[in-house]
């Protein structure tokens, strides 16, 4: 048997195998089955340990309330105003994911992918809202011509 590198020298063909058992081979292959993952970076609590529980995911629920509240204005009959909130609602989730150290399970991913999430959703939600039909708050004239292009 050949040596394998990092083994140690002991575990060759010379150690006791029990009967009728294949030699055991370290494999440098991932486990099958992962027993556990490892937390996002920044995904550790944003209050101290003994706090309670709101109270240590707080930039999550900020951004949560901030949507809910908006949907909640969406269906009060105020579609733009409702959904320029969601929208800003995420856009301070990606601020909140850059400027705290820990935002608790407001961290998902790495700092970097979270905060090009938040912020390209948030802003195409601000944006679409701003530019709906009718009576549009922001007019793109490049973005009409393209419609009309497409459409015909």
Do not use: C, N
Not at 62 to 86: E, K, P, Q
Not at 114 to 134: F, H, N
């Amino acid at each position: 048997m050949t040596p394998v590198p990092g083994m140690p020298a002991e575990a060759d063909e010379s150690a006791a195998e029990p009967a009728g058992q294949p030699p055991a081979a370290k494999s440098r292959r991932f486990p099958l089955f992962t027993r556990d993952t490892a937390r996002p970076e920044g995904g550790g609590r944003a209050a101290p340990g003994d706090a309670p529980a709101p109270a240590r995911q707080w930039p999550l629920l900020a951004v949560m309330g901030g949507v809910g509240i908006g949907l909640l204005v969406v269906a009060l009959d105020a579609f733009r105003a409702g959904t320029v909130l969601v929208g800003l609602s995420l856009l301070a989730g990606a601020l909140l994911r850059w400027a705290l150290p820990e935002v608790g399970m407001l961290a998902v991913r790495s700092r970097f992918t979270d905060m090009l999430t938040y912020g390209v959703l948030g802003s195409a939600i601000v944006l679409l809202s701003l530019m709906a039909q009718p009576d549009p708050w922001l007019e793109i004239p490049f973005l009409e011509d393209v419609v009309h292009f497409t459409v015909r």
